[in-house]
């Protein structure tokens, strides 16, 4: 399971995200991309005794949101650049079809990220 979990989509993800989190996971909702509800079993959230949070930048201070991007470029690019953490990638395709990588998006049966390649 997933140490970390960091949901953009909540809804009906919250009880994927449960299924999918290790022992002892933590799950942050930061945005609604299916919509602020959801009807889940939360059986799962004690027995592995997960930790639900949320947050957005948006209402924050300009000068939080500073300290936490100086904390990402601190603490996280650098497990990036030395490929300690990936991100999944679930298609690669060039520029010129961006109308197709927005219709996976919109059909959001992929699982992980659509790059767009640039000339």
């Known amino acids: ?3 970390v979990i960091l949901d953009m989509v909540a809804g009906d993800y919250v009880s994927r995200n449960f299924k999918a989190a290790a022992m002892e996971g933590r799950i942050l909702i ?15 959230l004690l027995l592995k005794r997960l930790t639900l949070m949320g947050s957005t930048l ?11 991007a100086g904390k ?6 650098p497990l990036f650049e030395n490929g300690t953490i990936k ?13 197709a990588a927005h219709d996976i998006l919109r059909g959001g049966a992929h699982v992980g990220k659509v790059v767009l390649e640039v000339p």
């Open 87 to 99: 991100p999944v990638i679930y298609q690669t395709l060039p520029m010129n079809e961006a109308r």
């Open 30 to 44: 930061i945005a609604f991309l299916n919509g602020p509800k959801a009807e889940t079993n939360f059986t799962p």
């Open 1 to 3: 399971g997933a140490d």
């Open 58 to 68: 948006r209402a924050q201070p300009v000068a939080n949101k500073g300290a936490i």
């Open 72 to 77: 990402l470029r601190q603490q996280v690019w």
